[in-house]
Every structure is written in structure tokens, then in C-alpha cells.
């Protein structure tokens, strides 16, 4: 039995209706298809293969620009990797997701981190010190203040070494820094 749809539509008018088709969907379910990507890259990242996650998160981010999950997550991959060609990807790519997304903890934290191993000190440090005041979380703080040091900025390092100490006294790195520094506490 011959289908309806062979004998109604010519060859080249089906291509055409399937291709309008696939292009009214991409249009209409980015976020959905974003997402899809997402958990596949995921999946590739769970079993041991970054170089492909990382593939998967820039097509969701080509499918969804917008998509912060994608962006959190080739950040991530490319900080666990430690790749120069990907870690200065993953600061554009953060960087560009922060523009539409500013108040994101996770991004601004992945983007800090990257710069951190790309040796970009001064932009890490502000990102430490952004997040650390956003969160009070003073792992960030002590980030900072490593940072800061690592930049040359050894007054600001002083500084927030001692803030990571006066939130939390017992905090040991923070107490070693200040002594290596000739701050003893």
C-alpha cells in the first residue's frame, strides 16, 4: 500500500516541507533542544570524555545563547580540563552568559576560577571578591585574597586575609598567608 503522502507531494516539495518543518521546531524549542544537548554532554562528561561534553555545551549554546546552564557547564568542563584554549573560551563564554544573567553565583564563580588558571589574577580577584560578597562565603574571600597576592597586590592580599580571619578565626590557610606575608595574627 503506497502512502497518502508519496502520491499527494513530489519529491522535492517533501525535502522542503521536512526542512520547514525541522526549521519551525529549532525555532519554536531552542530552550527544550538546549537542554537536550545539555544532558548529552553530560553524559559524555560522566564517562570520562570532556573534549566531546564540550561539544554537546556549545551546540546547546549555539541552539539557546541565553542557556546558563549550558554556559556553567563548559565552564566547568573547561576548568577540569585546564586547557588554555578552553579556559580562555570558557571566560568568553561566562562572560557572555554574565551579560544576561549578572546575579549567577555559579557562573561568576566558573569565570573566576578560569581566569585564576589562565593566570589572569587581577580579573579573578575581582570575581572572587564579587562572589564572595554576594554569598559571604569565605572560601571566596580567602580566593580573593590569594589572588590579590598572586597579582602583586600585597596590601589588598593583607587585607582580606585578615577579613577571612575575623569571619572565621580557625581558618588556617588564611592564618599561613598572613605569617608567610609578615602579617603573624
Not at 507531494?9 to 537542554?35: K, T
Not at 580577584?125 to 585574597?145: K, M
Request: charged letters at 25%; hydrophobic letters at 50%; aromatic letters at 10%.
Amino acid at each position: 500500500m503506497r502512502s497518502w503522502c508519496r502520491r499527494s507531494i513530489p519529491p522535492g516539495r517533501r525535502f522542503v516541507v521536512a526542512a520547514v518543518a525541522l526549521g519551525l521546531a529549532a525555532s519554536l524549542f531552542h530552550g527544550q533542544l538546549a537542554s537536550g544537548l545539555v544532558t548529552r554532554g553530560d553524559d559524555f562528561l560522566q564517562t570520562g570524555r570532556p573534549l566531546r561534553a564540550l561539544v554537546y555545551y556549545r551546540r546547546a549554546l549555539a541552539f539557546d545563547a541565553h542557556s546558563t546552564i549550558a554556559a556553567e557547564r563548559f565552564a566547568f568542563t573547561s576548568l577540569m580540563m585546564k586547557r588554555r584554549p578552553e579556559l580562555r573560551e570558557a571566560v568568553a563564554v561566562a562572560s557572555a552568559a554574565l551579560e544576561t544573567a549578572p546575579d549567577d553565583a555559579a557562573l561568576l564563580s566558573d569565570r573566576a576560577l578560569c581566569l585564576n588558571a589562565l593566570g589572569d589574577y587581577r580579573a579573578a580577584l575581582r570575581d572572587f571578591w564579587s562572589f564572595a560578597e554576594r554569598t559571604g562565603d569565605v572560601r571566596y574571600y580567602e580566593f580573593a585574597a590569594q589572588a590579590a597576592r598572586r597579582a602583586g597586590e600585597r596590601a589588598r592580599a593583607v587585607e582580606l586575609f585578615e577579613r577571612v580571619l575575623k569571619i572565621e578565626p580557625r581558618f588556617v590557610a588564611a592564618r599561613r598567608a598572613l605569617a608567610r606575608l609578615g602579617h603573624a595574627r
